[in-house]
């Protein structure tokens, strides 16, 4: 598969970084943070998004949306990284995925392209625990007339406290852990029986705990199936969080090299010294690997590739790693001040161990990549 952009794509890239840098600007998080927003995001921007088709991308055009693949929403991903875009494009991007993965043809046509036009916000409630575990869900559901009703707990519920339909992960046979017997139900966030407790993170982003307590939901998919239709959903996540997290990556990369070069220690540029040298050059090396293994993930989903699992572990596994990294020497190497809240480079540090533990850590994902290989 070719790791380049076609003409299109690039086109959009550029519209986004435009975008992105003009509208959404890391001083848009830091107001947001301060005046403690009730959503977390700006909704004027969330609807110029909407305006410019992002929130559509992935959509087919039978549905109203663009059908320009994950390639394409990718690209915006990353330039929403290097940004720190805050917005509800990721959380909304999975459930869609949800929906035409499993969903009816009544589902599809009534929900898309409301999704598509901005009118409905998704989330996606899976974790019970601290640590990801896609088949720990032990939330009870039970047939109820036409419809389910769910019952339990779910944790770090990624924008859960502003989507309109939460995709609700839970179980209509086994035990937690088992693949098998999971079901997803679709809850309206305002459905009696939910509660919803905003939390914000260590980056200033958003998530939510939510309490079921006999909500009533309707069926997304085949009533103890809904594994399949979960890891292909979960795996557009990590995708997509990945291209995010190598556009906050290298906007980190570049600022600290570019310190490199003025920042004066003895008369001359620190970044004349050796060590620093090598340092750098380590960081560039990952940062090149990682580009490689996002845009060969993101082109996996596009063609439905038998190796879109493994790819989408890789990618995850290699830029959790890779940003983490860079973001570590990039506050260190900017010094003391590289600790302040004054300066941004400690924003990507916290957003990259945010995005480190969301849809499975490092060690989580070179254990499935192994189970996938056999081993």
Request: proline share 2%.
């Amino acid at each position: 598969m070719p790791l380049i952009l076609n003409e299109e794509q690039n086109m959009l890239k550029d519209a986004a970084k435009d975008f992105c840098t003009t509208n959404t600007p890391i001083t848009q998080m830091r107001r947001l943070r301060d005046e403690k927003d009730a959503d977390g995001f700006d909704r004027e921007s969330w609807q110029q998004m909407v305006e410019l088709g992002w929130a559509g991308i992935t959509i087919p055009e039978d549905f109203g949306g663009l059908g320009f693949g994950y390639m394409g929403m990718g690209v915006v991903m990353e330039e929403c990284g290097r940004t720190l875009t805050c917005s509800p494009l990721l959380a909304t991007a999975v459930g869609a995925c949800a929906i035409v993965q499993g969903g009816t043809d009544a589902q599809k046509s009534e929900l898309l392209p409301k999704v598509a036009g901005g009118e409905l916000l998704l989330a996606v409630a899976l974790e019970e625990t601290p640590h990801h575990n896609p088949y720990g869900a032990a939330t009870s559901v039970e047939k109820s007339g036409d419809g389910y009703k769910v019952t339990g707990s779910k944790k770090f519920v990624l924008d859960g406290h502003v989507a309109d339909k939460i995709i609700v992960v839970t179980r209509t046979s086994g035990s937690a852990g088992d693949r098998d017997g999971l079901t997803l139900v679709m809850v309206d966030r305002d459905s009696v029986g939910v509660a919803v407790t905003r939390t914000i993170m260590a980056d200033s982003r958003n998530a939510a705990n939510i309490e079921f307590d006999n909500a009533e939901g309707v069926l997304l998919g085949e009533e103890g199936e809904g594994a399949a239709v979960l890891d292909i959903s979960l795996d557009t996540g990590r995708v997509l969080l990945a291209a995010e997290m190598l556009g906050g990556l290298q906007e980190c990369f570049e600022r600290t090299v570019e310190y490199l070069k003025v920042r004066e220690q003895f008369g001359v540029p620190i970044g004349s010294f050796q060590a620093l040298k090598h340092r750098a050059a380590d960081m560039f090396c990952e940062v090149e690997l990682s580009k490689s293994v996002v845009l060969e993930a993101l082109s996996a989903l596009d063609e439905g590739s038998d190796e879109t699992a493994e790819l989408a572990s890789l990618a995850k596994a290699r830029l959790n790693d890779t940003y983490n990294l860079v973001s570590s020497e990039g506050v260190q190497m900017h010094g003391g001040i590289g600790m302040t809240d004054e300066y941004e480079i400690g924003f990507f540090l916290k957003r990259s161990r945010v995005c480190e533990h969301t849809f499975g850590n490092s060690a989580f994902h070179r254990n499935r990549y192994g189970e996938l290989q056999g081993y």
